[in-house]
């Protein structure tokens, strides 16, 4: 009996010290066969989301207001249907417009026409004091667009220091839009320092549409004079603080209102917004494909760049 329950002691021991072994060797052969799936480096096509809202568009836009819009006006609707087009065949899916483009709106809608628009995100802007009716003339706007809906809709180059208090009327209706859903974020676009300050101070709207470069030009200063540099220190300040505050960060004039005719100007200034940090997406007018291109390449190996400083 002892000799019995000694073997049947011994087997019990090693089977247990075998099944440990088991065990110790076991995470070692799995990890030598699992795939780490590495997070897909960012790009110029990502969609993001901005700030707080559920609202995603393409990290990268197609402005159509270069110079009012003359640019793209003056490439007629074949080429700028090309341009488009071409642009949402590489990915860019966002496309940003405004009622004071004049004659945009009609010019996008045979573009987009056949295209599924819920892979499409268009941002549209309306300019505050030229009609009672502002639901109306959005109205106007979905269909000369020949949308539905708009993913963005921002009040258009605010330039007071009042401006929250004198478009109090506008915002109640803009938030009323998107209770219909034929808004899905609001926001303002603001031209000059006195308007930047109210807008950092004001919790109301979705998104901020702000001029950032390196260089502060076409930016926003205290005399909003074109000619003159923005103060660049300050509305970086301003982005980061709407940025904290959960507002979506667009940024604009990033080729300095098309003045920045050095390729390398175009990437210090490239580079300089995508490191911030605080800008989730950028519209550019373009007008032609070598533009887009280039504007492609150059935030995309700004980002890995940002990923890289990060790492380091």
């Known amino acids: 009996m002892n000799n019995l329950n000694e073997i049947t002691r011994r087997k019990f021991l090693g089977s247990v010290a075998a099944g440990g072994a088991a065990v110790l060797a076991g995470p070692k052969l799995m990890a030598s066969e699992m795939v780490v799936n590495k997070p897909a480096k960012p790009t110029a096509t990502d969609l993001v989301t901005l700030g707080d809202s559920k609202v995603k568009i393409c990290r990268m836009g197609m402005g159509t207001g270069s110079r009012g819009g003359r640019i793209q006006r003056e490439?007629?609707?074949?080429?700028?249907?090309?341009?488009?087009?071409?642009?949402?065949?590489?990915?860019?899916?966002?496309?940003?417009?405004?009622?004071?483009?004049?004659?945009?709106?009609?010019?996008?809608?045979?573009?987009?026409?056949?295209?599924?628009?819920?892979?499409?995100?268009?941002?549209?802007?309306?300019?505050?004091g030229r009609s009672d009716d502002p639901l109306k003339e959005i109205d106007r706007f979905r269909k000369e667009v020949g949308t539905d809906y708009f993913d963005v809709l921002l009040i258009h180059c605010q330039r007071t220091h009042d401006w929250v208090e004198e478009r109090k009327r506008l915002r109640e209706l803009l938030d009323i839009a998107k209770e219909k859903k034929i808004i899905r974020a609001t926001g303002v676009s603001q031209h000059g320092l006195p308007a930047l300050r109210a807008t950092s101070a004001t919790d109301w709207g979705d998104v901020r549409l702000v001029r950032i470069n390196h260089e502060g030009e076409s930016m926003d200063n205290l005399k909003n004079k074109a000619s003159e540099p923005g103060n660049v220190k300050e509305v970086v300040q301003h982005l980061q603080k709407m940025h904290d505050q959960g507002k979506g960060i667009l940024g604009m004039k990033l080729i300095g209102n098309g003045n920045f005719q050095d390729a390398q100007k175009r990437r210090d200034s490239i580079n300089f917004v995508m490191g911030l940090g605080c800008v989730d997406a950028v519209t550019i007018g373009f007008k032609s494909q070598a533009e887009i291109d280039e504007a492609i390449t150059n935030i995309n190996n700004a980002l890995g760049q940002r990923e890289g400083n990060k790492q380091a």
């Open 75 to 128: 490439l007629g609707q074949e080429k700028f249907t090309k341009l488009i087009r071409y642009g949402i065949d590489r990915g860019i899916t966002f496309i940003d417009t405004a009622d004071n483009y004049d004659g945009l709106h009609e010019m996008i809608k045979p573009t987009i026409k056949g295209l599924d628009r819920e892979k499409l995100q268009i941002l549209c802007k309306i300019w505050a």
